[in-house]
C-alpha cells in the first residue's frame, strides 16, 4: 500500500493564520490526492480534489498545491469555523490511503 | 443533494459477521460508485471497498478474506457483510458516493459498531 506521511500532527492556531499542512506520499502519485475536513462527531468533507480543486461551495480561503510525492494544503487566513481534522487521501492505486490527520485547535 | 444513510446493529459479539446497510436518497445508485470506508482512533480511516450497480467490487486486501459488499439498485441500498470479527473491527463505519478511480466525496453520517461479548 501507498503511504501517506501527514506533518505536523497537531497545530495550535490562532483566527486569521495562514495554516500548512503537507502529504508526502511513499511513491509518485500523480495529481491523485484528495484534502478532507472532519469535525468531532461527524463525516469527513471534501475540501479539495485532485490536489488542486476546490469542490463546489467550499471557501477560496482553503487551496491545494503539489504533484508526484508532495502536496501542500493551505487555510490563507484561518475561521474559528476551520478548527477541525483535516486529512489527505490518495487514489492513485488501490487501496486508496489516508494520512494520519492533522487536528488544528487554538492557541 | 445526495445523502447517504448508514443502519444496523452497534453491538456485535466476538466471531460473528456485522451486516449494516447504507440507504441513498437525493440521486440514483446507479450512477456512482458506492464505498464503505470505517476510522479508528488507531489505524485511522481506512478503505474497506467498493460497488459498482452492476455487483462490480473492489476490496481492501487487507479485508478482502472477511468482507463482502453488495447492491440492491431497487432499493437504492448497498451493504457490507464482514465476517469473522474481533476487537480489532469496532470502528465507526461510513458508507460514501465514489467515483471510479475510488473517491469518496459525499459520506454518510456514520454508525459506530463495538466488537464485544
Known amino acids: 500500500d501507498i503511504q501517506m506521511t501527514q506533518s505536523p500532527s497537531s497545530l495550535s492556531t490562532s483566527v486569521g493564520d495562514r495554516v500548512t499542512i503537507t502529504c508526502q506520499a511513499s511513491?509518485?502519485?500523480?495529481?491523485?490526492l484528495n484534502w478532507y475536513q472532519q469535525k468531532p462527531g461527524k463525516a469527513p468533507k471534501l475540501l479539495i480534489y485532485?490536489?488542486?480543486n476546490l469542490e463546489t461551495g467550499v471557501p477560496s480561503r482553503f487551496s491545494g498545491s503539489g504533484s508526484g510525492t508532495d502536496f501542500t494544503f493551505t487555510i490563507s487566513s484561518l475561521q474559528p469555523e476551520d478548527i477541525a481534522t483535516y486529512y489527505c487521501?490518495?487514489?492513485?492505486?488501490?487501496?486508496?490511503?489516508f494520512g494520519r490527520g492533522t487536528r488544528l485547535d487554538f492557541k | 443533494q445526495v445523502q447517504l444513510q448508514e443502519s444496523g446493529p452497534g453491538l456485535v459479539k466476538p466471531s460473528e459477521t456485522l451486516s449494516l446497510t447504507c440507504t441513498v436518497s437525493?440521486?440514483?445508485?446507479?450512477?456512482?460508485?458506492w464505498s464503505w470506508i470505517r476510522q479508528t482512533p488507531g489505524k485511522g480511516l481506512e478503505w474497506i471497498g467498493y460497488?459498482?450497480?452492476?455487483?462490480?467490487?473492489k476490496y481492501n486486501p487487507s479485508l478482502e478474506s472477511r468482507v463482502t459488499i453488495s447492491v440492491d439498485s431497487s432499493k437504492n441500498q448497498f451493504s457490507l457483510r464482514l465476517s469473522s470479527l474481533t476487537a480489532a473491527d469496532t470502528a465507526i463505519y461510513y458508507c460514501?458516493?465514489?467515483?471510479?478511480?475510488?473517491?469518496?466525496?459525499?459520506w454518510g453520517q456514520g454508525t459506530l459498531v463495538t466488537v464485544s461479548s
Open positions: 437525493g440521486g440514483s445508485i446507479t450512477s456512482h460508485f
Open positions: 487521501l490518495q487514489f492513485d492505486t488501490l487501496p486508496p490511503t
Open positions: 460514501a458516493r465514489t467515483f471510479s478511480s475510488a473517491w469518496p466525496d459525499y
Open positions: 511513491q509518485d502519485i500523480n495529481n491523485f
Open positions: 485532485e490536489a488542486s
Open positions: 460497488i459498482y450497480h452492476t455487483g462490480s467490487t
